[in-house]
């Protein structure tokens, strides 16, 4: 698929889930979607392994944008981007915005075929900061 | 065995006196590795608890899983040249330790093997070093005086600039680790509570400060 893919990382595999579900539900399946969200060992928490896998399985040529929670969802997604490596780790780009409505919001943008810049820039404008 | 350097850099008090040019401290990483994972799995439990004062509750556990993994490859990780060693364990720690500490411990790896040399000096290793810690707080978008481990890592880098011996490293990592209990948290899970993480060590700095003396003991013992 040609659109930017999306990436849900949340401390909790109900929220990512339930967030993926709704983007599937509210955009469709036009594009490459992933989540995951727990520690691995049935808790809270995020794991570099899963999100490298997620990044996989939502790649895309055109990019993926990885929507996130909390600090710690951020930092092991950006570990993850930095282990994937060149050249693929150049067109994934971490959001700071709101998880579920910049997945919605990045997922609408790009079932429109935009480009890696403006699917995150769209979620970013929903961040208060 | 590697040889960590062909000169005094390492005299840890009880071991080499400083100065004495040509003793080996010879490195071995094997054991380095299982005091590191001996001293995380002893304390697991009060890491644990100065965790749940201020954070989340899972430092002690996902520390205790991680320097585990790493000490059941041992002899693998300490048949690579130290840096290769130090970047493989930094990697098998963003895995395991999960967390938010998983990445941070495992920069501050992976970070020290990009830079140190296979035969480092102390120059050598203290620049490594440096550039570890600019890594981990590049990694946290965090600086020293947030209450985090950076407020362990940076004393340690400014023992081992001044030429202190490894007790002396090892005694300011201690020092710096009490420091940060009154201050209040800017990072991290603990910086929701603001000025309630104030009176509580973080956990992650006791933990460095923990390692930190197991280095410098178990170097100055392989000397």
Redesign the interface.
């Known amino acids: 698929m040609s659109n930017v893919g999306i990436v849900i990382v949340s401390h909790s595999p109900l929220v990512a889930e339930g967030t993926a579900d709704m983007v599937r539900q509210m955009v469709g399946n036009e594009v490459p979607l992933a989540w995951c969200g727990g520690n691995g060992h049935g808790g809270l928490g995020t794991n570099v392994e899963a999100i490298m896998g997620a990044i996989d399985k939502a790649w895309s040529e055109a990019g993926v944008a990885i929507l996130v929670d909390l600090g710690g969802a951020e930092t092991n997604s950006e570990m993850a981007v930095e282990m994937i490596g060149e050249p693929r780790s150049q067109k994934i780009i971490v959001c700071n915005a709101p998880i579920v409505e910049g997945a919605v919001m990045a997922a609408t943008e790009a079932s429109g075929g935009a480009t890696l810049k403006e699917v995150v820039a769209t979620a970013r404008e929903l961040s208060p900061s | 065995m590697l040889e960590l350097s062909n000169d005094r850099s390492f005299d840890t008090a009880g071991g080499m006196e400083t100065g004495n040019a040509g003793d080996m401290a010879a490195l071995n990483l094997a054991r380095l590795i299982a005091a590191a994972a001996d001293v995380i799995a002893a304390h697991a439990e009060e890491l644990t608890a100065l965790d749940q004062a201020i954070g989340?509750g899972?430092h002690g556990l996902n520390m205790k899983?991680g320097f585990e993994a790493v000490r059941s490859e041992a002899e693998a990780f300490a048949a690579k040249p130290l840096p290769e060693a130090l970047k493989a364990i930094g990697?098998k720690l963003?895995?395991t330790v999960?967390?938010?500490s998983?990445?941070?411990f495992?920069?501050l790896f992976m970070a020290l093997g990009k830079e140190i040399s296979a035969a480092p000096d102390r120059a050598n290793l203290t620049a490594a070093f440096g550039k570890a810690i600019e890594a981990v707080a590049a990694?946290?978008k965090s600086q020293v005086g947030q209450k985090t481990m950076l407020d362990v890592l940076q004393p340690v880098h400014d023992a081992l600039t001044a030429g202190k011996t490894g007790a002396e490293v090892a005694d300011a990592a201690d020092l710096a680790a009490k420091a940060t209990v009154p201050m209040k948290a800017l990072?991290?899970?603990a910086s929701f509570l603001g000025d309630r993480s104030i009176g509580h060590m973080d956990a992650g700095a006791r933990s460095t400060a923990l390692l930190v003396r197991t280095v410098a003991q178990t170097i100055g013992k392989s000397a």
């Open positions: 989340d899972d899983r990697t963003v895995m999960g967390g938010a998983g990445p941070l495992g920069t990694r946290g990072r991290g899970r």
